[in-house]
C-alpha cells in the first residue's frame, strides 16, 4: 500500500512558477511508474506527465517544454515543476503511482493549482 501526499499548489499569476511535490509512503517508489495528472473544472482527468523507474519520461503535449518531472527514490519523493503557467494549467493535480502489476494503482488527495491575474 503507498500513501502519497501532494503539496506545493496555489495561486499563481499567469507566466508564473510552481513546483508540485508528492510524497510517498507505505512504501519504496523505486519501482514504481509516478505520474502527474490534472483535473480542470468541468474536464475530465487528464495524463500531465509520467517518469519510469528508469528515468523514462512522458509529457502531455500541452506542457512540454514548460512542465518538467523529476523524482528522487531517496526521498520516495517525486516533484513536478511547472514554469510559464497559463490560465488552462488551472486544475486539481493529482499523484498517481503505478506497480509493476497495473493492480497496485495508487492515488494521491490532489492539490488545487489556480492560475489567474
Known amino acids: 500500500q503507498v500513501q502519497l501526499v501532494e503539496s506545493g499548489g496555489g495561486l499563481v499569476q499567469p507566466g508564473g512558477s510552481l513546483r508540485l511535490s508528492c510524497a510517498a509512503s507505505?512504501?519504496?517508489?523505486?519501482?514504481?511508474?509516478m505520474g502527474w495528472y490534472r483535473q480542470g473544472p468541468g474536464k475530465q482527468r487528464e495524463l500531465v506527465a509520467t517518469?519510469?523507474?528508469?528515468?523514462?519520461?512522458n509529457y502531455a503535449d500541452s506542457v512540454k517544454g514548460r512542465f518538467t518531472i523529476s523524482r528522487d527514490n531517496r526521498k520516495n519523493t517525486v516533484y513536478l515543476q511547472m514554469n510559464s503557467l497559463k490560465p488552462d494549467d488551472m486544475a486539481v493535480y493529482y499523484c498517481?503511482?503505478?506497480?509493476?502489476?497495473?493492480?497496485?494503482?495508487?492515488w494521491g488527495q490532489g492539490t488545487q493549482v489556480t492560475v489567474s491575474s
Open positions: 498517481n503511482a503505478v506497480g509493476y502489476d497495473p493492480s497496485y494503482n495508487y
Open positions: 517518469i519510469t523507474s528508469g528515468g523514462r519520461i
Open positions: 507505505g512504501s519504496r517508489i523505486s519501482f514504481y511508474v
